[in-house]
């Protein structure tokens, strides 16, 4: 069964360094998600994607954040000068398209460590 | 998006059937009910969504009261590894794209 894909596991980074954290969404998806996950909190979402461009962000997505699909498989997210509050997982997620019967798939995640 | 309520923790014991319910009283006409689960050190997994009409799939079973307010997943057959947190989600058909997560319930499966 197709799967999305997620490098690094893991991740540990020293504050005010950049980060790219990359997925490799499934073949014929065309929405792309990113979604972190503060230890013991909720899913929380970042940004969607389609069409090479950002369909919707939240409020933590700020000018640190940005998203890219550099080619026809990989898509990443990059944080330009991390804070000890990114350190999270991070997960990507795509779906078919978007509809409200939409489903999406989730990767194993990136877990961030920043000191 | 509408918000739901589920219990914060559910046992059950395994090979029993296990009903998680969740309240969406202010469900709007547009809104579908989705179900997600995330299994421990795992990314949230798609279990199954309906709108009106009860839904079967080979994961579970979605119950969905006929005034929408309130759904029930079953997990007809719980095995140890369906111990996970399941999130009650509602989808409305005017946003695109991302889920709300809430804190979900967590489901502990007794051997």
């Known amino acids: 069964e197709p799967e999305v894909t997620q490098t690094p596991s893991h991740q540990v980074t020293q504050m005010g360094q950049e980060v790219i954290l990359r997925c490799v969404p499934i073949s014929n998806h065309l929405y792309f998600y990113w979604y972190r996950q503060i230890l013991g909190q909720k899913v929380e979402f970042l940004v969607s994607f389609y069409n090479n461009e950002i369909s919707e962000k939240s409020e933590i997505f700020d000018d640190q954040f940005s998203v890219e699909r550099p080619d026809g498989s990989n898509f990443t997210l990059k944080i330009r000068s991390t804070k000890l509050e990114d350190s999270a997982m991070y997960f990507c997620?795509?779906?078919?398209?978007?509809?409200?019967?939409?489903?999406?798939?989730f990767g194993p995640g990136t877990r961030l460590l920043v000191l | 998006d509408a918000k739901t309520t589920q219990p914060n923790s559910m046992e059950s014991n395994e090979e029993e059937p296990v009903h998680l319910p969740c309240n969406h009283s202010?469900?709007?006409?547009?809104?579908?009910i989705h179900w997600y689960r995330q299994l421990p050190s795992q990314g949230p997994e798609y279990v199954i969504h309906?709108?009106?009409s009860n839904v079967n799939n080979r994961m579970a079973s979605l119950a969905i009261a006929e005034d929408r307010k309130s759904s029930t997943l079953i997990l007809h057959r719980a095995t140890l590894r369906d111990a996970a947190v399941y999130y009650c989600i509602l989808r409305d058909g005017a946003v695109q794209g991302k889920l709300t997560f809430g804190t979900g319930t967590r489901l502990t499966i007794i051997p």
């Open positions: 202010t469900i709007s006409g547009t809104d579908y």
């Open positions: 997620a795509s779906s078919e398209w978007v509809a409200v019967k939409e489903t999406q798939y």
């Open positions: 309906g709108l009106t």
